[in-house]
């Protein structure tokens, strides 16, 4: 399928140029269980509406990915570590809700489950040296990505041992050996950084000749942060330059409380792609062998010098926004549809009537599992916390502007620090 997207996105009729637009039907892509109908603004009533022309331009890419079902085919192997991975997800996340009401965790945590299939079919493509840049909800792409679930849960727990000595906490995992580039709570403050890191495998590549500069940048985020302007600033650059990166969507048709219908003025994300010269694709994000078909297709593009893809994959979160969110604005009848969607059931099932495996082979990923997660959770409950010296350690780039009094003890290290800072 390699010129798949560019036949989708590149070779439509331009809308501004044709007199014929109504030769091409409009076509929604099924934004699946969303119970919630376009709602047009008061004042789009008597206007001609813009986005009806957009989406006249182009036909769905989810009809490509339909297409594609004939080659689904994994093997054994790749299916179970699929599997794995997206189980090891829900079973991490789950864990975390429970050790989030015992109080071992601060802060606002929010997880990911429901949306595994697409956290799995990217990252599992990925080479070590590759990147992913996430969001506050970034666990599970820490985990797809060969962060430890000790490491994880460390610094869920606020511990010495976690991947950012505690300092980070839910919204913000960075691991420098596996290329995690950061969670962060900023919505859209990703994309640049991930921008970024593009940068620097391309100057790496064509200015200093590095062996190895072949690096591909994972860009995750969320639908309603496709409504600032970081996102399209970075789609622009990225496709001047032709960067190596894949900006992945996960649009889980809720921004907190805001049904992405309602907060956006064409709800079909991946079609602002060709408006930067950039192949745009919509996919089953529920479905993890269609997000690895396109994940594939997209990465090679990148690693081949061939420039940025958009993909938006269409995902559900299984629990409220955040573990602070009582989630009693979403429709019970939204819900049950994309719990029967599961990512995790629908890949059982696959596997097992493809009969690439039994089900006592499921079962053993299943007990691993449960037994890694029990450990991260003993293992993070056993760690030390940061001594207090930590406190301003990695804080500023040169920490003698603020940490460091001028007798040269770490401020922090003042009995009275914690009592405020104001004074120091
Ligand atoms: C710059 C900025 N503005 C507002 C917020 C508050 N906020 C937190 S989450 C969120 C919604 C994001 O929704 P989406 O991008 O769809 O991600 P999801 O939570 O659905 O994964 C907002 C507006 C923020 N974190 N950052
Ligand atoms: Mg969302």
């Known amino acids: 399928m390699s010129c798949a997207f560019s036949a ?118 990925l080479k070590k040296d590759d990147c992913v840049v996430s969001t506050y909800r970034d666990h599970v792409h820490a985990l797809s990505k060969g962060v430890t679930a000790r490491a ?19 919204m913000h995992m960075f691991d420098k050996e596996h290329n995690v580039l ?13 921008t970024g890191a593009a940068f620097t495998s391309l100057y790496k590549r064509n200015v200093l000749k590095e062996a190895g500069g072949n690096t591909v940048t994972l860009a995750f985020f969320g639908d309603g ?9 970075c789609l622009n650059m990225a496709a001047l330059w032709k960067l190596p990166i894949v900006f992945v969507v996960e649009n889980n048709l809720w921004a907190i409380g805001m049904s992405h219908l309602r907060a956006t003025s064409d709800p079909e994300i991946w079609k602002k792609a060709p408006a930067f010269g950039m192949p745009g694709v919509h996919v089953d994000g529920m479905d993890v062998l269609k ?28 629990r409220g926004h955040s573990l602070a969110d009582p989630d009693e604005l979403r429709d019970p009848a939204e819900k049950a549809h994309y719990a029967k969607r599961d990512p995790i059931a629908a890949m059982k099932k696959y596997m097992i009537e493809n009969k690439l495996v039994n089900e006592s082979e499921l079962k053993a990923i299943e007990k ?57």
Do not use: W
């Not at 015992?102 to 949306?115: C, I």
């Not at 997660?373 to 003698?400: C, I």
């Not at 603020?402 to 800072?421: H, L, V």
């Open 291 to 318: 997000v690895r078909e396109v994940a594939k297709e997209s990465i090679l593009r990148a690693r081949r010098g061939e420039g940025p893809t958009l993909v938006e994959c269409e995902t559900y979160r299984f």
């Open 8 to 125: 989708v996105t590149m070779a439509q009729p331009n809308p501004l140029t044709t007199n014929r637009l109504s030769t091409y039907a409009i076509k929604l892509p099924p934004f699946l269980g969303s119970t919630r109908k376009l709602r047009p603004h008061s004042l789009s009533k008597s206007l001609p509406s813009p986005s009806k022309s957009l989406r006249s331009s182009t036909s769905s890419v989810s009809d490509v990915v339909k297409e594609l079902k004939s080659n689904l085919l994994i093997t054994k192997e790749e299916g179970l570590e699929l599997y794995e991975d997206m189980i090891l997800g829900r079973a991490f996340e789950d864990m975390c809700a429970q050790m989030y009401y015992r109080g071992k965790m601060f802060g606002f945590v929010h997880l990911y489950n429901g949306q595994e299939a697409v956290s799995t079919g990217f990252i599992k493509l």
């Open 152 to 170: 994880v849960m460390s610094e869920l727990f606020g511990k010495t041992t976690g991947c950012c000595r505690g300092q980070g906490g839910s």
């Open 225 to 233: 942060t496709c409504n600032n302007g970081q996102f399209y600033e």
């Open 368 to 424: 691993k599992i449960d037994e890694v997660v029990e450990d991260a959770v003993e293992f993070a409950d056993e760690s030390p916390l940061p001594p207090r010296s930590q406190l301003l350690g990695n804080v500023f780039a040169d920490p003698k502007g603020f940490g460091i009094a001028p007798d040269g003890t770490y401020r922090c290290e003042d009995p009275k620090f914690t009592q405020g800072t104001a004074h120091v």
């Open 182 to 194: 950061g969670g962060f709570a900023f919505i859209g403050e990703g994309i640049p950084v991930a």
